[in-house]
């Protein structure tokens, strides 16, 4: 899938199409590289996990943050990271989207610092899903520990 998408870029095509396969071949290699290494990133940091929105999606791990403008049935980066286990937080049926602004941000590094409050406010992975939930996103690969009714 990710060699298909390298492939497919307007540019590898140009590339292909004036001759330069190799130059197109190589690029097409790193791009797949870096997208394993993003995937990588996916499955093994504590607060990576994927939004998507009407404003697109976004693969969010760590300091980095992978997007587009497209919903994630045509992001198969974050449609990969998503099968392999990471958070899913679809947000196109939240109707508040001041509630959904004023949210804090997720945890870059994994730590919360809880004097914090207001604009910059971090919290971790779980408290941010609750927090969404409760304005009606649905959350696919929920990393919060079962609840026993």
Same mark, same amino acid.
């Given at each position: 899938m990710l060699r298909a998408t390298a492939a497919s870029w307007w540019r590898h095509r140009e590339l292909r199409r004036t001759g330069q396969s190799a130059r197109a071949r190589q690029l097409e290699r790193e791009t797949v590289l870096r997208d394993l290494g993003y995937l990588r990133q996916a499955a093994t940091l504590p607060n990576a996990h994927v939004i998507c929105g009407d404003g697109g999606t976004f693969l969010h791990h760590g300091w980095t943050t992978v997007s587009t403008f497209a919903p994630i049935e045509r992001f198969p980066l974050?449609? =990969?990271?998503?099968? =392999? @286990?990471? *958070?899913? &937080?679809? &947000?196109? *049926?939240? +109707?508040? @989207? $001041?509630?959904?602004?004023? =949210? *804090?941000?997720? +945890?870059?590094?994994?730590?919360?610092? *809880?004097?914090?409050?207001?604009? @910059?406010?971090?919290?971790? =992975? +779980? +408290?941010? &899903?609750?927090?969404?939930?409760?304005? @009606?996103?649905? $959350?696919?690969n929920d990393p919060r520990p079962r609840r026993s009714i």
């Amino acid at each position: 899938m990710l060699r298909a998408t390298a492939a497919s870029w307007w540019r590898h095509r140009e590339l292909r199409r004036t001759g330069q396969s190799a130059r197109a071949r190589q690029l097409e290699r790193e791009t797949v590289l870096r997208d394993l290494g993003y995937l990588r990133q996916a499955a093994t940091l504590p607060n990576a996990h994927v939004i998507c929105g009407d404003g697109g999606t976004f693969l969010h791990h760590g300091w980095t943050t992978v997007s587009t403008f497209a919903p994630i049935e045509r992001f198969p980066l974050a449609a =990969l990271a998503v099968a =392999l @286990g990471t *958070p899913f &937080i679809e &947000i196109r *049926p939240v +109707t508040d @989207g $001041i509630g959904f602004a004023n =949210l *804090p941000q997720v +945890t870059r590094d994994g730590s919360v610092d *809880p004097d914090r409050s207001g604009a @910059g406010r971090s919290v971790s =992975l +779980t +408290t941010y &899903i609750d927090m969404v939930e409760k304005l @009606g996103a649905s $959350i696919t690969n929920d990393p919060r520990p079962r609840r026993s009714i």
